[in-house]
C-alpha cells in the first residue's frame, strides 16, 4: 500500500510540477505527516525531489527528471474504461483504480498530450443518469462484479413485480449493463437468460462453484437484441394523436424515440396542430404520458383511450373546482 502511495507521490509532482504537502495530502488522503514522511522515503531512496519554503513553496522534482514507473497494474487496466465514470466505477468498488490509472497514463505522456488531455477533461463531462434520477443504490453489486468476473454461481433474492413479489433464483452471472444510470444483471437462470435489475437484489450469496460461460458470448450484441425485443413487446396497438405546435414541442421532451419519430412523419393542418398515429403500451401508460402534454394534445382514437382521458380530466376539473 505505502508502495503504491510513494508511486503517486512521484507521479503528482511529475505532471502537476510543484505542490504543497497539503495538496499531496488531499490528492491522496492522507495527512500532511504521512506526505512528509513519504517524501523523505523518496529522497533518501535518491529521488531528486527537493522542497521550498514561502507561500510559493511547494515540493517539486528536478528538472528533467522523469520515472519510468509508468506500468499499469492488471486491475487498474480493467478498471480504466471506466475512467470517465468515476460514478459507477465507485459503485463497482474500482474509485481508486481508475483514479491511479489515469494518474498513470497523465504520467507518460509527453507535456503538449498531457495539457491536451486535461483540456478535454476540464470541458468535457459524462453524467449517465437521467435529469430525474440520480442513479440506483446496489449494495451488492461490488460483490455481484466479483461473481462477474470470477465466474462464480451466486444465489439471490430478488423482489419483482408481479406476485410471488420476493423469488429466490440460482443464477449464473454473465455479464453487467449500465443504463441511463441504472444497473442490469445479465445472467443464466435455468435454460434461459434473463435480466435482472440489480437494486431489486434483496440478498446476494457468492458461492464457491464455478460456471463456464458460453465461448464467444457477446454482452454488448446481447444487451442490443434485448433492447429491440424489449421496445417491441412494449408496443401493444396504436393511437391517433392531434397536437399542437407547443404539444410537438413538449412531446419531444417527455415522449420516447418511437412516439416521436411517429409525430415528426404526421400530417401538419391549416391551423399548425399536427394529427399522428403513434405507437402506444398499454392503455393506462398510453393515458399517463399523453396527460403529460395537458390541453396541447388530444386523443382522437382509440375510444377507450380517449374515454380514459376524457374521464380524468372530468375529474380534476371537479377536483379544482372545489
Do not use: C
Request: glycine content about 8%.
Amino acid at each position: 500500500m505505502r508502495a503504491s502511495r510513494l508511486l503517486s507521490v512521484l507521479l503528482l509532482l511529475q505532471t502537476r510540477g510543484r505542490m504543497t504537502a497539503q495538496q499531496l495530502a488531499d490528492e491522496l488522503g492522507v495527512s500532511v505527516r504521512t506526505v512528509y514522511r513519504d517524501v523523505e522515503a523518496l529522497h533518501a531512496s535518491g529521488v531528486p525531489l527537493y522542497g521550498e519554503a514561502g507561500h510559493e513553496g511547494g515540493y517539486r522534482l528536478v528538472d528533467g527528471y522523469r520515472t519510468r514507473l509508468t506500468g499499469m497494474t492488471e486491475k487498474e487496466a480493467q478498471a480504466l474504461f471506466l475512467a470517465g465514470l468515476p460514478g459507477p466505477a465507485a459503485q463497482l468498488g474500482l474509485g481508486a483504480l481508475a483514479a491511479a490509472a489515469e494518474l498513470k497514463i497523465e504520467a507518460a505522456l509527453p507535456p503538449d498530450l498531457r495539457e491536451g488531455s486535461r483540456y478535454v477533461r476540464d470541458h468535457f463531462h459524462l453524467d449517465a443518469p437521467g435529469w430525474y434520477h440520480d442513479g440506483d443504490q446496489v449494495p451488492h453489486l461490488p460483490a455481484l462484479a466479483g461473481a462477474v468476473w470470477n465466474k462464480l454461481v451466486i444465489d439471490v433474492r430478488y423482489r419483482r413485480w408481479r406476485e410471488p413479489y420476493e423469488v429466490e433464483r440460482t443464477l449464473e452471472p454473465y455479464g453487467l449493463v449500465l443504463k441511463a444510470g441504472k444497473w442490469y444483471l445479465v445472467a443464466r437462470s435455468g435454460d434461459s437468460l434473463r435480466t435482472y435489475r440489480v437494486n431489486q437484489i434483496l440478498d446476494l450469496r457468492v458461492t464457491e462453484r464455478a460456471f463456464d460461460r458460453p465461448e464467444g458470448f457477446d454482452l454488448a450484441a446481447h444487451w442490443r437484441a434485448h433492447l429491440k425485443d424489449f421496445r417491441a413487446r412494449l408496443v401493444q396497438g396504436h393511437a391517433v394523436v392531434r397536437l399542437s405546435p407547443a404539444g410537438v414541442e413538449r412531446a419531444g421532451e417527455v415522449m420516447s424515440s418511437a412516439v416521436i419519430e411517429a409525430i415528426s412523419s404526421g400530417v401538419t393542418g391549416s391551423d399548425g396542430w399536427v394529427t399522428a398515429t403513434v405507437p402506444i403500451e398499454s392503455l393506462t401508460h398510453a393515458q399517463t404520458e399523453f396527460l403529460k402534454l395537458g390541453a396541447e394534445a388530444e386523443v382522437l382514437e382509440p375510444p377507450a383511450l380517449r374515454d380514459k382521458l376524457v374521464a380524468t380530466a372530468r375529474a380534476m376539473a371537479a377536483l379544482y373546482a372545489t
